[in-house]
């Protein structure tokens, strides 16, 4: 054989994956898997939506208006992977969150920062596009007030499923030196996206370790069947607010006369069938009696003028 044909078969058998060990081992990468779903992220979907309604009562006061705030389903990313999205220039904020075994992390757009010490200081809302590294000395100070708002009212939101404690440790303008995990982990980033209609839209970002969501997923799965995440008031209000523009259809039944088949087929044009107008005649919602009324006129128009409710199946 010569050295040419040698190489080839090399490569060949490189080119092979070797074969499944006895038992039916198969050989594995570490690094190559799929990110396991956590069982947390239908309480953390729920949270969010709760935690939006408290961004959008914190950014008011700096605003001076009432913004809008949705929040995006939690996704799960690697760490590396939402880093590198974001501008070099970003105020990061590390935060200890207790009882997770790690911290969160809280992004916010310097942009958005410059326009609300704009608008907090009665500036004309113009767009601000942010050009330096670097915070001016008021905007330090309004940023870390607005982080410490948005992680208290985390903290909130949290204690309403579990026990939480929150405590700063650090804060970032760089990126490449946020440190929340290693580059190749997973982390679920919670997106609250904020329109005031003077600014463009932003978005701040909550993140937290997969791994340290392991830790308090039993807990988190739990609540998710447990509709005590919402107080009665509050279930209340959503309720009666998806149902509030249902339309419905309501009619009334007059009269019901019978007749016998050969008469039925006797009818003719002109034919007066007699009936008796009951003093009350139901009102009919989906084949239910809601309420008795009589008949009347309003305007012109026939009405039926309601005298009792009821709700009863009709025959």
Do not use: C
Not at 173 to 201: C, H, K, M, Q, W
């Amino acid at each position: 054989m010569s050295r040419g044909s040698k190489v080839a078969d090399v490569a060949f058998e490189e080119a092979v994956p070797p074969p499944a060990a006895a038992g039916g081992v198969q050989p594995f990468t570490f690094g190559s898997e799929a990110f396991r779903p956590t069982a947390a992220l239908p309480a953390l979907d729920r949270m969010s939506e709760r935690m939006a309604r408290r961004v959008r009562d914190v950014i008011e006061p700096f605003a001076r208006l009432k913004p809008r705030v949705s929040a995006a389903p939690v996704a799960i990313r690697r760490f590396e992977s939402w880093r590198t999205e974001k501008p070099e220039f970003t105020s990061l904020h590390l935060y200890r969150f207790r009882p997770l075994k790690g911290g969160m992390l809280l992004s916010v757009e310097p942009e958005f920062v410059s326009w609300l010490v704009d608008a907090f200081y009665g500036g004309t809302g113009a767009v601000v596009t942010k050009k330096s590294a670097e915070f001016t000395p008021t905007e330090e100070r309004l940023v870390v007030r607005l982080a410490d708002a948005l992680t208290n009212a985390l903290g909130e939101v949290w204690s309403e499923v579990m026990p939480v404690q929150l405590q700063a440790t650090s804060r970032e303008t760089n990126t490449a030196y946020a440190t929340l995990v290693r580059r190749e982990d997973p982390v679920a980033v919670a997106s609250y996206t904020i329109v005031t209609g003077a600014f463009r839209p932003t978005t701040v970002d909550v993140l937290y370790p997969v791994s340290s969501l392991r830790t308090v997923e039993n807990e988190l799965a739990a609540k998710v069947l447990d509709d005590g995440g919402f107080v009665g008031n509050e279930w209340r209000e959503r309720l009666t607010a998806a149902l509030g523009n249902v339309r419905i259809q309501a009619r009334s039944v007059l009269a019901r006369p019978t007749m016998k088949i050969p008469e039925l087929m006797k009818l003719a044009p002109g034919d007066i069938i007699p009936i008796e107008v009951p003093a009350f005649v139901p009102l009919l919602v989906e084949g239910r009696v809601v309420a008795e009324g009589s008949i009347g006129e309003v305007g012109n128009r026939a009405a039926l003028k309601i005298q009792r409710v009821t709700l009863r199946s009709l025959s």
